[in-house]
């Protein structure tokens, strides 16, 4: 469903280049749900951008749904996205004059749904995330927790390859937070839609089936995550993980 091959990714800061993620290597399959953990810096938001086709790798390939999207164009990027990937964001990125029906419907207008059709699949989805009953209200008149459920209603309805979630409960409290996962899962149980959830928070990570972690641009495993590397900045292996944790660090070794 979606794998990436050597992905390595550098930025360029007028004559230094920064090396931000190294050699990274795993694979999602169809209806899994992972998290991908790291505290801040670790490279997480430029892996999400380029498992999102937003930015181009350095070196490596990212495969969604079987295509390599590095070798594809910006239009052909584009077409691509709308059809195979949902956002869901921490900050929920809703439209503030449109009513919450017709923030979930939005991605369906640009795909020229009919109305009807557009407004069932808006209401079966606010139904399954149980805000039914808010759809003709504003974002503004929503907690954050119903805010993230009407984003997680709009992020499904294209039914998308997958869903990548930035951090998806970084502005909850940890009662909303909880609820906010529970869905996530229910619909990833229900709809066998593939998630990744970009957190960094480990109770996050914990319920995940599956959990990936970035540590200075590498992945390692789970318990170098809160250990402090000794001698500064080295690259992580992985070994005997704990039960449910799947590490992949192909090329981690090498510091660079
Ligand atoms: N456009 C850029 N130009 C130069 N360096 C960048 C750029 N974007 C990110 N970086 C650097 O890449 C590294 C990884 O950043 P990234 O934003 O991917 O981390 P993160 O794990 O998502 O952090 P956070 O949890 O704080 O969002 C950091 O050292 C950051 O300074």
């Known amino acids: 469903m979606l794998r990436l091959e050597n992905v390595s990714h550098s930025f360029k800061n007028g004559n230094e280049v920064l090396k931000v993620l190294h050699n990274i290597q795993f694979e999602v399959q169809k209806g899994e749900m992972i998290a991908l953990l790291g505290s801040s810096g670790s490279g997480k938001s430029t892996l999400l951008n380029l498992m999102a086709g937003l930015m181009k790798p350095t070196e490596g390939h990212i495969y969604i749904a079987d295509q390599d999207i590095v070798k594809y164009g910006e239009n052909k990027l584009a077409v691509f996205r709308r059809k195979h990937i949902g956002f869901i964001f921490q900050a929920y990125e809703l439209i503030p004059t449109l009513t919450v029906r017709e ?29 039914g009953d808010k759809a003709a209200l504003y974002p503004s008149q929503l907690s954050g ?37 529970r869905i996530m899962m229910a619909l990833n149980e229900s709809m066998n839609t593939t998630f990744v959830i970009v957190t960094h928070e480990m109770e996050v990570a914990a319920q995940m089936k599956k959990t990936i972690m970035l540590r200075d641009g590498y992945l390692v495993q789970p318990e170098e995550y809160t250990r402090p590397a000794a001698g500064g900045s080295k690259a992580p292996n992985a070994s005997s993980l704990p039960s449910g944790v799947e590490v992949h660090s192909e090329g981690a070794g090498e510091v660079s």
């Open 145 to 181: 927790g119903q805010q993230q459920r009407v984003s997680i209603s709009r992020s499904l309805i294209t039914e998308p390859s997958v869903i990548f979630a930035d951090e998806p409960t970084g502005n909850l409290d940890t009662k909303t937070e909880e609820e906010i996962i």
């Open 103 to 131: 923030n979930v419907e939005l991605p369906l207008v640009f795909q020229s749904v009919s109305p009807s059709k557009r407004r069932k699949k808006a209401m079966e989805l606010l139904e399954m995330t149980g805000i």
